[in-house]
T-cell receptor, first 115, second 107 residues
Framework: NAGVTQTPKFRVLKTGQSMTLLCAQD?????MYWYRQDPGMGLRLIHY???????AKGEVPDGYNVSRLKKQNFLLGLESAAPSQTSVYFC??????????????FGEGSWLTVV | QQPVQSPQAVILREGEDAVINCSSS?????VHWYRQKHGEAPIFLMI?????EQKGHDKISASFNEKKQQSSLYLTASQLSYSGTYFC????????FGTGTSLTVIP
């Protein structure tokens, strides 16, 4: 029962470095999301995807890019990391079919620090 | 576009009740409620799919007023295990979570 898996779980980056966060889900969900969570700010939507090959911007997309080349994977990229991108990142997927329709399942989170 | 939750934080003694409110400036098509423990991912509590719907889950229940674009989460006879941050969420393709309510239950 893997569900939603995020890698890496922890990472420290230097300002200006690039990195990719990988999200993988094994539930055949169409919708996938990337959120960032900062103290007092709740969960803010960065980018989302409604199916393989599609992506769209959320509330706070600047400084991030995403790709969904395969249905099960949703990648979040930081091209040039900034200290303001220090945060906890959550990937999520969403069922649109069956009895669990609309339920959102989260990965365990990725703690990113940019110094 | 984030729904707004109130209160931001609440402290309860075991056995006390609490209400968490969620309101949106946009139409709510459905409302989800999630709870997050410190250092963990949010977990699903319940979905309300239409106005007027009420649901219960142990001693945690919720209501959805579609016209007022509001939902409320009710926690009765609170237990220590209820501590955490509660989020409402809504959306069709895009999905937004509320600002969060930190709930602490003390003995």
């Amino acid at each position: 029962n893997a569900g939603v898996t995020q890698t890496p779980k922890f990472r420290v980056l230097k300002t200006g470095q690039s990195m990719t966060l990988l999200c993988a889900q094994d539930m055949n969900h169409e919708y996938m999301y990337w959120y960032r969570q900062d103290p007092g700010m709740g969960l803010r939507l960065i980018h989302y995807s409604v199916g393989e090959g599609t992506t769209a911007k959320g509330e706070v997309p600047d400084g991030y890019n995403v790709s969904r080349l395969k249905k099960q994977n949703f990648l979040l990229g930081l091209e040039s990391a900034a200290p303001s991108q220090t945060s906890v990142y959550f990937c999520a997927s969403r069922s649109t079919l069956g009895t669990a329709r609309n339920t959102i399942y989260f990965g365990e989170g990725s703690w990113l620090t940019v110094v | 576009q984030q729904p707004v939750q109130s209160p931001q934080a609440v402290i309860l003694r075991e056995g006390e009740d609490a209400v968490i409110n969620c309101s949106s400036s946009k139409a709510l098509y459905s409302v989800h409620w999630y709870r997050q423990k410190h250092g963990e991912a949010p977990i699903f509590l319940m979905i309300l799919l239409k106005g007027g719907e009420q649901k219960g889950h142990d001693k945690i229940s919720a209501s959805f007023n579609e016209k007022k674009q509001q939902s409320s989460l009710y926690l009765t006879a609170s237990q220590l295990s209820y501590s955490g941050t509660y989020f409402c969420g809504t959306g069709l393709d895009q999905f937004y979570f509320g600002t969060g309510t930190s709930l602490t239950v003390i003995p």
